[in-house]
C-alpha cells in the first residue's frame, strides 16, 4: 500500500458529506429505544462546532479525557478535539477512580468530558476527592437522553463544576468559522490509556498520521467500503474499537454502535441492521459458542462477510468451534499490542490451514523475533516478537516507559527505515513461511523447582480439559519458596458436572509435577478489562486471598 499523506480529519467528514450528506454515518442501537442516527452532514457539523467549542472555551491543558462511553457525542468531540490540535484522551468508563485519578494527574487536566455511563466512579469521589471536584466536567448526554441519565447529571452538578454541551455549542460565537487548522500529521491525535500488569493507567499516544495509516490498512485487509456496515462492540478507548471507527471514518462505511455483548443482541443487531463486519475480542466469541449460538449465513446474517479476533487468541478447538459457528463468514485473527496497535494479521484465506497461526506483518507493519542477545532467531526458534513500523506508538504520555518498550530499532536500515521498535515481551516463533506464533509472555514465566513453566501452557493443557470453555492461569510469589500457581476455568454448557476435585485429577494427567496448580477455580465467567481480556489482575488477587493466608 504506497504512502498517503494524512488529510486533516474533517476533511474525511466533508469528502463523504459532499456527495452523500444524508447518508447515516453512526447508528446508535440503545436498549429499550428507537436507534439514533446521524448523517455524514450532520456528523461534519457537529464536529466542526466541537472544534470551535474546544477552541472558544480555551481549553489550557493539550488533553482531552474523555470518561465516557460510546455515542455520536464522543465521536464528534473526538473529531473536533483532534481538529483543534488537542489530544483526545479516551478512558474506559469501566476505570475505577483510583485509575480515573491516575489519568487526570497524567494529563493535567482541568476539563474533562463525561456521561452516564462514566457516573458511578465519579460519585465514589465527588465528597472525598478534591480532583474530581475542582475539574470542569463537561456533560455528554443529550437533554432528552433518560430520566436515569438527568439524576445523575444534577448529582454531579450538586458537587462539581458541570456544563452541558448542548447549551454550550447554542452559546457558541456564530462569528467563528468552526474550521480547522492546518495540523501537523506527527503531532499527537490520541492517548489510549492501558492499565498494564500493574493496574497504573500509563497514556500512550498516537500520531494523527500513524492514526489514519493504521485505518487505511485495515480498510485494505476488509476490502472495505462506503457499502459496508461495521458493528461497533468494542470501547473507543481501546485500539481495535478506536480504529474500526476510523476506518469507517475513512472508507465512509456506516457505524453501528451496540452498547451489548450479550450474544442474542449482537446477533440481532446484525440481522437487523445489514452489519458486514464484526470486530471483537475473544470472551465475546467465547461466550457465543458458550451460549450455543451461531451466525446464518444463508438466512437473517447474509449480509455478514467477516469478523475478527482481536486483542487475544482461543484455544485450537474452540477456533474450530468458532469457525463452524460462522460458517461461511471471512474469519480474520489479529495480533498486537496499544504500544503497536497490530502487529499481524491471519487472513481468513489461511485460517483453515493456520488457525493457530496470529498471522504476517499487518499493513506495512515489519515483526521480528529476536534472541536474548538482540540477534535474529532462526525459523522456528522461539525468542521475543518485536514490531517496527506502522502502529509503533510516539511514546509514552510524560515519557513513561517504564519497561522500555519502545527503543531505538536495532535492525534500521534500508529494509526497515523505522526509527524505533517495540519489544513486546511476548514471546513466539516465525516459521519457513514467515507466519507467527506466540507461546506466552515472557512476565508469564515463573521458574518452579528449577523448572521454565510457562502459564500459558498451564492455561491450555487446562482448556482442553472436555467440559472447559476456557482457563486462566496465575501466579502467585510466596516468600522463601517458589511461586504457586493457580488456575481459573470457565465451564461450557455442557461442562456443568466439572468439579475441582475432576480438574485436579486432569491436571495430574496432563501436567508435570512443577506445572501442578496449588489452586483451581470454577467461576461462570471471568471479570474482564475494560477491552474485554480476561482480568488477569483480578484472578492473581483472588489466588493470592486464597494462597496467602492458607
Not at 473529531?79 to 469501566?94: D, E, L, R, T
Not at 470472551?283 to 438466512?299: M, N, P, T, V
Request: with cysteine; glycine share 8%.
Amino acid at each position: 500500500m504506497p504512502p498517503v499523506a494524512a488529510p486533516d480529519i474533517l476533511d474525511l467528514l466533508a469528502r463523504h458529506a459532499a456527495h452523500r450528506p444524508d447518508d447515516v454515518a453512526i447508528r446508535h442501537v440503545m436498549v429499550g429505544a428507537a436507534p439514533r442516527d446521524i448523517s455524514w452532514s450532520e456528523l461534519l457539523q457537529s464536529s466542526r462546532l466541537a472544534c470551535e467549542l474546544l477552541r472558544q472555551s480555551d481549553v489550557v491543558s493539550p488533553f482531552v479525557p474523555s470518561y465516557a462511553g460510546k455515542s455520536v457525542e464522543v465521536v464528534a468531540m473526538m473529531i473536533g478535539a483532534i481538529a483543534c490540535g488537542k489530544v483526545f484522551a479516551g478512558v474506559s468508563p469501566k476505570f475505577r477512580l483510583p485509575q480515573l485519578l491516575g489519568v487526570l494527574d497524567a494529563c493535567d487536566a482541568r476539563v474533562a468530558l463525561v456521561d452516564s455511563a462514566g457516573m458511578p466512579a465519579l460519585q465514589d469521589g465527588l465528597v472525598e476527592q478534591k480532583r474530581i471536584r475542582s475539574t470542569d466536567w463537561w456533560w455528554l448526554d443529550p437533554p432528552a437522553r433518560t430520566a436515569r441519565s438527568r439524576a445523575a447529571l444534577e448529582a454531579l452538578r450538586a458537587q462539581a463544576s458541570v456544563r452541558e454541551i448542548q447549551a454550550m455549542r447554542d452559546a457558541l460565537d456564530p462569528i467563528a468559522s468552526g474550521q480547522a487548522e492546518k495540523l501537523e500529521p506527527e503531532r499527537a491525535a490520541v492517548c489510549l490509556f492501558t492499565s498494564g500488569s500493574t493496574g497504573a493507567p500509563k497514556g500512550v499516544l498516537v500520531s494523527w498520521s500513524d492514526l489514519h495509516d493504521r485505518a487505511r490498512a485495515e480498510c485494505e485487509l476488509f476490502s472495505l467500503s462506503e457499502a459496508d456496515v461495521l458493528l461497533s462492540l468494542l470501547p473507543f478507548s481501546f485500539d481495535v474499537g478506536l480504529n474500526q471507527l476510523m476506518s469507517s471514518l475513512v472508507s465512509g462505511a456506516r457505524l453501528v454502535i451496540l452498547d451489548s455483548w450479550l450474544p442474542t443482541d449482537v446477533l440481532n443487531a446484525v440481522a437487523a441492521h445489514g452489519v458486514t463486519g464484526v470486530s471483537a475480542v475473544p470472551s465475546i466469541w467465547l461466550s457465543l459458542l458458550k451460549a450455543g449460538k451461531a451466525f446464518d449465513k444463508d438466512g437473517s446474517h447474509a449480509s455478514l462477510r467477516y469478523l475478527t479476533i482481536s486483542g487475544g487468541n482461543m484455544s485450537a478447538d474452540r477456533l474450530q468451534l468458532l469457525g463452524q459457528a460462522a460458517r461461511g463468514v471471512a474469519i480474520f485473527k489479529t495480533y498486537g499490542q496499544t504500544e503497536s496497535f497490530r502487529s499481524t494479521a491471519l487472513h481468513a484465506d489461511a485460517f483453515a490451514q493456520r488457525p493457530t497461526s496470529v498471522g504476517k506483518p499487518f499493513g506495512s507493519a515489519r515483526v521480528y523475533v529476536v534472541r536474548s542477545d538482540g540477534s535474529k532467531a532462526s525459523a522456528g526458534e522461539r525468542g521475543e516478537v518485536v514490531h517496527t513500523g506502522l502502529g509503533t506508538m510516539m511514546g509514552y504520555l510524560r515519557g513513561a516507559e517504564l519497561d522500555e518498550k519502545r527503543r531505538p530499532n536495532p535492525f534500521f536500515g534500508p529494509d526497515d527505515p523505522s526509527a524505533f521498535a517495540i519489544f513486546t515481551g511476548d514471546q513466539g516463533y516465525l516459521d519457513e513461511q514467515g507466519y507467527l506464533y506466540l507461546e506466552g509472555r515472557e512476565d508469564d514465566l515463573v521458574k518452579v523447582a528449577g523448572n521454565r513453566v510457562h502459564l500459558a501452557e498451564v492455561a491450555a493443557q487446562m482448556a482442553n480439559v472436555p467440559g472447559v470453555l476456557t482457563a486462566e492461569a496465575v501466579s502467585v510469589p510466596l516468600e522463601g519458596a517458589d511461586p504457586a500457581l493457580a488456575v481459573f476455568v470457565v465451564p461450557e454448557p455442557s461442562g456443568a458436572a466439572l468439579t475441582v476435585q475432576g480438574l485436579k485429577a486432569e491436571a495430574v494427567r496432563r501436567l508435570p509435577t512443577y506445572m501442578l496448580p496449588a489452586l483451581i477455580e470454577i467461576w461462570p465467567e471471568f471479570p474482564l478489562t475494560a477491552s474485554g481480556k480476561p482480568d488477569r489482575q483480578a484472578l492473581r488477587a483472588q489466588a493470592a486471598r486464597f494462597l496467602l493466608t492458607k
